[in-house]
């Protein structure tokens, strides 16, 4: 626990590149849904899928080069063993990028192409093979905290498969097209998603100064307990960004019909 609760901060970089291009894409995608230019959604769609993609590669190799380099910076003083279990978690969790990323992406896109009830799929699919994989970890393969972190990646792939196989089925509206790609759309759509961006920027500096004081105050039984603590928060900020997301699809395509 105290180990997952020092990669904290890193997992919130994880997260802020993900709203980083997922809000802003959702938002001007509804828009256009609304105003019903399916062409530029899909010129959207599809060209945010490459930069996200190309995107979560890039930072991938950041990841798994560099946060090994900070860790011990930012987790000093705590247990050699809780490090060695830290590491461990993020090479295997640096992974997780590109499949979160492109789900997440399709997740936010999916209630415009009436396919509402494949997210709720997803979240149980995802659910059920994490903690399948994690008891497997666990009880049959000993992986340490590398293989939890590997268990969440599989669990992802597992999702984003799932997902993909909306493209599978008649009448869908979003097209993925290479020829179909527009890269002046991106800036319009780091704009939106900034304003989530930022403020899981500052969280995670947040995080990594609190990660400080309380291995100073009380080592890594005091981050095992804050750790703990932050997964019962996960209830409360999981309703407010689900009213966050649908008053903002909701808002974006009254926008578009100009209501």
Same mark, same amino acid.
Do not use: W
């Given at each position: ?103 997440? %992406? !399709? ?13 709720? $799929?997803? @979240?149980? #699919?995802? /659910? *059920? ?84 004081? %309380? !291995? ?13 603590? $932050?997964? @019962?928060? #996960?209830? /409360? *900020? ?22």
């Amino acid at each position: 626990v105290a180990a997952s609760g020092l990669t904290g901060p890193f997992v919130s970089l994880i997260g802020l590149v993900i709203a980083l291009f997922v809000a802003g894409t959702g938002q001007l995608c509804t828009e256009n849904m609304g105003k019903a230019d399916i062409g530029k959604v899909n010129q959207i769609f599809s060209t945010m899928v490459v930069c996200v993609t190309v995107f979560g590669l890039l930072m991938t190799v950041l990841f798994t080069a560099f946060s090994p380099m900070f860790l011990p910076f930012m987790a000093k003083g705590a247990n050699p063993q809780v490090m060695e279990m830290a590491d461990g978690y993020l090479r295997g969790y640096s992974l997780i990028i590109i499949p979160m990323s492109l789900s997440s %992406l !399709l997740n936010s896109l999916f209630a415009l192409d009436n396919d509402q009830k494949r997210s709720l $799929g997803y @979240a149980v #699919i995802i /659910l *059920v093979a994490d903690v399948v994989l994690d008891l497997l970890n666990v009880f049959v393969f000993h992986g340490g905290l590398f293989g939890m972190a590997l268990a969440s990646v599989v669990s992802a792939i597992i999702g984003l498969l799932y997902l993909l196989l909306h493209f599978c089925q008649e009448g869908h509206l979003l097209r993925f097209s290479m020829n179909n790609l527009n890269f002046r759309d991106v800036p319009k759509v780091l704009v939106y998603g900034f304003a989530g961006a930022i403020p899981m920027l500052m969280g995670s500096f947040r995080a990594a100064s609190f990660n400080y004081v %309380l !291995l100073k105050a009380g080592g890594t039984d005091a981050i095992a307990a804050f750790s703990a603590a $932050g997964c @019962a928060f #996960i209830l /409360l *900020v999981s309703l407010t960004m689900t009213i966050q997301s649908v008053t903002a699809s909701l808002s974006g395509l009254a926008f578009g019909e100009e209501d």
